[in-house]
């Protein structure tokens, strides 16, 4: 799915408009009713108290269509203008004076510096915030500040047209009370970054796509910088296998890494290279590693470094389709002379992680030897030590696609909705679970990619296609172990079953059959 920007949705209304022959206005309506049918079909006439604050904008002229169709309609609605300006919108304008002809009881106006005394919102009550969209570009006065405040003290239910209030679709939040926190938000037909990041995600617990009927060929035909994949972006990834394939065709994977103690993190990730379709996986370890991973995978071929106890001198016969390197590597100092010394003769794809991060984040001058479009996945502080502090997760983002650009890398930020970065562009996944926060989830991820480049997809599909099994797999395992207990290993278990979800239909709804009488 596409996340549009906001400067890309003002240009989508305005093309919408001339192409369907319709006015802003009308367009406004359209997207008042979606939200109004979207209520009505969860309430089904409930005489639950709805407030409903407006600003003076064009949010605030949605939030006055849905109440005119809820007063229509017999809802218990009470409807409040946020009157902080004399900046009126034109539709807003429009749309007051068409709710003051539906009804008696006229919105009632709040002026800045009014007292709330007179608003009284129980806690089982539904707010609705129309108070500021996505063209907000400067912080809410203390007043409306106050306000926002009283809502959530109130506990009630609020539902945030197009965005919670107060927060800013490019930039970052400076004061967390400026901002609505929203129980759901219902964007208009495109989910916003600001949803999927770490420290804007909190603002609203969930969030909606309602269709308002934008022009559908701009909606095809315009280009990103965000998507957000789910199984129907990775299904079209999907490589099938010809029935007289052998294993000779899926790819000879290599994963270099392990030290004393560590030798768990290539157990993890050759399994995972396996399960996720690579024809062969051999490990390079050191010799200590030797007979423990043997008998724990027997599908995974060995080769062991001369040195016991970490890598000291990569050398292998083999010729392997990629390489996944880093895991449980250490840093001790042959061991990162071994990493450099393999980079400078090296031509053969890369998945990096961990301590190869570490080594690369400490040694920069190596990232120009990478080859082209290695796939490096860290984790946050990995990720600071390869590109620098940041201020905010916007800048963290534009950091990372300069990264990206510099180096000819893909990095694939991992977190709640880990984001896979190339270049501009930028892919946010939706599969996942806090139980996959949990020792060697990373190195399952690591094999994940591995494996299906083996299989000969490309490094950006690889990484996006693996993020999402990655994560799906997590929740399949999390049904049977829960957050607490759900272990990497769970992880590798359920590869198998998410390949296979990607094919399930949506179960069909069954009708209960009524009681046969006697």
């Given at each position: 799915?596409?996340?549009?920007?906001?400067?890309?949705?003002?240009?989508?209304?305005?093309?919408?408009?001339?192409?369907?022959?319709?006015?802003?206005?009308?367009?406004?309506?359209?997207?008042?009713?979606?939200?109004?049918?979207?209520?009505?079909?969860?309430?089904?006439?409930?005489?639950?108290?709805?407030?409903?604050?407006?600003?003076?904008?064009?949010?605030?002229?949605?939030?006055?269509?849905?109440?005119?169709?809820?007063?229509?309609?017999?809802?218990?609605?009470?409807?409040?203008?946020?009157?902080?300006?004399?900046?009126?919108?034109?539709?807003?304008?429009?749309?007051?004076?068409?709710?003051?002809?539906?009804?008696?009881?006229?919105?009632?106006?709040?002026?800045?510096?009014?007292?709330?005394?007179?608003?009284?919102?129980?806690?089982?009550?539904?707010?609705?915030?129309?108070?500021?969209?996505?063209?907000?570009?400067?912080?809410?006065?203390?007043?409306?500040?106050?306000?926002?405040?009283?809502?959530?003290?109130?506990?009630?239910?609020?539902?945030?047209?197009?965005?919670?209030?107060?927060?800013?679709?490019?930039?970052?939040?400076?004061?967390?009370?400026?901002?609505?926190?929203?129980?759901?938000?219902?964007?208009?037909?495109?989910?916003?970054?600001?949803?999927?990041?770490?420290?804007?995600?909190?603002?609203?617990?969930?969030?909606?796509?309602?269709?308002?009927?934008?022009?559908?060929?701009?909606?095809?035909q315009t280009e990103t910088e965000?998507?957000?994949?789910?199984?129907?972006?990775?299904?079209?990834?999907?490589?099938?296998?010809?029935?007289?394939?052998?294993?000779?065709?899926?790819?000879?994977?290599?994963?270099?890494?392990?030290?004393?103690?560590?030798?768990?993190?290539?157990?993890?990730?050759?399994?995972?290279?396996?399960?996720?379709?690579?024809?062969?996986?051999?490990?390079?370890?050191?010799?200590?590693?030797?007979?423990?991973?043997?008998?724990?995978?027997?599908?995974?071929?060995?080769?062991?470094?001369?040195?016991?106890?970490?890598?000291?001198?990569?050398?292998?016969?083999?010729?392997?389709?990629?390489?996944?390197?880093?895991?449980?590597?250490?840093?001790?100092?042959?061991?990162?002379?071994?990493?450099?010394?393999?980079?400078?003769?090296?031509?053969?794809?890369?998945?990096?992680?961990?301590?190869?991060?570490?080594?690369?984040?400490?040694?920069?001058?190596?990232?120009?030897?990478?080859?082209?479009?290695?796939?490096?996945?860290?984790?946050?502080?990995?990720?600071?030590?390869?590109?620098?502090?940041?201020?905010?997760?916007?800048?963290?983002?534009?950091?990372?696609?300069?990264?990206?650009?510099?180096?000819?890398?893909?990095?694939?930020?991992?977190?709640a909705h880990s984001i896979t970065?190339?270049?501009?562009?930028?892919?946010?996944?939706?599969?996942?679970?806090?139980?996959?926060?949990?020792?060697?989830?990373?190195?399952?991820?690591?094999?994940?990619?591995?494996?299906?480049?083996?299989?000969?997809?490309?490094?950006?599909?690889?990484?996006?296609?693996?993020?999402?099994?990655?994560?799906?797999?997590?929740?399949?395992?999390?049904e049977d172990f829960g957050y607490?207990?759900?272990?990497?290993?769970?992880?590798?278990?359920?590869?198998?079953?998410?390949?296979?979800?990607?094919?399930?239909?949506?179960?069909?709804?069954?009708?209960?059959?009524?009681?046969?009488?006697?």
């Amino acid at each position: 799915m596409k996340v549009f920007s906001k400067e890309q949705i003002y240009q989508g209304d305005k093309l919408t408009t001339e192409r369907q022959n319709i006015s802003s206005t009308d367009l406004m309506e359209r997207a008042g009713t979606q939200i109004f049918n979207w209520m009505h079909m969860r309430m089904q006439g409930a005489q639950v108290p709805i407030h409903i604050f407006c600003g003076i904008g064009n949010n605030g002229g949605d939030g006055l269509v849905l109440g005119r169709h809820l007063l229509t309609h017999g809802y218990n609605v009470i409807t409040y203008i946020v009157n902080c300006s004399d900046k009126r919108s034109k539709d807003f304008l429009i749309n007051y004076d068409r709710i003051k002809n539906v009804t008696k009881d006229w919105p009632k106006m709040l002026s800045c510096g009014a007292d709330f005394s007179e608003i009284v919102i129980d806690e089982k009550d539904i707010i609705v915030d129309a108070v500021f969209g996505i063209g907000l570009n400067r912080p809410p006065n203390d007043w409306v500040i106050e306000l926002f405040q009283k809502w959530r003290a109130s506990k009630a239910f609020t539902l945030s047209i197009d965005v919670p209030s107060g927060l800013y679709t490019d930039q970052a939040v400076e004061d967390e009370n400026a901002v609505v926190h929203a129980g759901y938000t219902l964007s208009f037909q495109s989910p916003k970054l600001v949803f999927f990041l770490p420290e804007t995600a909190k603002y609203t617990v969930q969030w909606e796509v309602l269709d308002i009927g934008i022009d559908r060929d701009y909606l095809m035909q315009t280009e990103t910088e965000v998507e957000l994949i789910s199984k129907f972006e990775v299904l079209p990834l999907y490589k099938p296998r010809e029935k007289f394939s052998h294993k000779g065709d899926f790819g000879h994977a290599l994963i270099i890494g392990g030290s004393h103690g560590k030798i768990g993190a290539v157990n993890l990730t050759s399994r995972a290279t396996l399960s996720a379709g690579a024809g062969l996986v051999t490990a390079y370890i050191p010799e200590c590693g030797y007979n423990s991973l043997q008998a724990a995978v027997p599908e995974v071929m060995v080769i062991t470094d001369k040195n016991d106890k970490h890598i000291s001198d990569i050398q292998f016969e083999i010729e392997p389709t990629v390489i996944g390197i880093g895991i449980g590597l250490g840093l001790a100092g042959d061991s990162v002379l071994a990493f450099e010394t393999f980079l400078k003769k090296n031509k053969t794809p890369l998945v990096i992680d961990a301590d190869a991060l570490n080594i690369l984040a400490q040694k920069k001058a190596l990232l120009k030897l990478l080859p082209e479009q290695s796939v490096l996945t860290p984790h946050p502080k990995e990720l600071e030590r390869l590109i620098g502090k940041w201020s905010h997760d916007f800048d963290k983002l534009k950091k990372a696609k300069a990264f990206s650009s510099k180096y000819n890398v893909i990095i694939v930020i991992k977190g709640a909705h880990s984001i896979t970065v190339y270049q501009d562009k930028q892919y946010i996944n939706t599969t996942g679970n806090p139980g996959m926060a949990t020792a060697g989830s990373g190195d399952v991820l690591t094999g994940i990619i591995t494996g299906l480049i083996a299989q000969k997809y490309d490094p950006l599909a690889a990484s996006i296609f693996g993020v999402y099994l990655h994560g799906k797999s997590g929740d399949i395992a999390l049904e049977d172990f829960g957050y607490q207990s759900l272990i990497a290993s769970h992880i590798i278990e359920t590869i198998g079953e998410a390949f296979i979800d990607l094919f399930k239909q949506p179960e069909e709804p069954q009708n209960e059959q009524e009681p046969k009488e006697e």
